[in-house]
């Protein structure tokens, strides 16, 4: 059975850093896609970066491009989202998906097939 666990979220200052984990287990995790999304409240869930099963190709979105990096160790079956340069409106519950289509990275939340539970991260003004 497929568990993915986020960690690291919290409170930041603006301008400030986080820098959040997901661990997955049950799953060959060197094969696959991984993603980022978020979700505030009252909002549709959102991308935020994708990371291919190799690390070599990520995507983001354009608000958090330059900002963002989204990093993946397939020996540890984890994949990283730092997150630098924070924004009030960067505040959402952060989601890490993984995406079994053996295909390139997707932006599409309809395409990854497991989700963890998500961490909360909170940036003050």
């Known amino acids: 059975q497929v568990h993915l666990v986020e960690s690291g979220g919290g409170l930041v200052q603006g301008g400030g850093s986080l820098r959040l984990s997901c661990a997955a287990s049950?799953?060959?995790?060197?094969?696959?896609?991984m993603g980022w999304f978020r979700q505030a409240p009252g909002k549709d869930r959102e991308f935020v970066a994708a990371?291919?099963?190799?690390?070599?190709?990520?995507d983001y979105a354009d608000s958090v491009k330059g900002r963002f990096t989204i990093s993946r160790d397939n020996a540890k079956n984890m994949v990283d989202l730092q997150m630098n340069s924070l924004k009030s409106e960067d505040t959402a519950v952060y989601y890490c998906a993984l995406d079994r289509r053996f295909a390139g990275t997707s932006l599409d939340p309809n395409e990854y097939e497991y989700w963890g539970q998500g961490t909360q991260v909170t940036v003050s003004s």
């Open positions: 990371i291919s099963w190799s690390g070599v190709t990520t």
């Open positions: 049950g799953v060959t995790f060197s094969r696959y896609a």
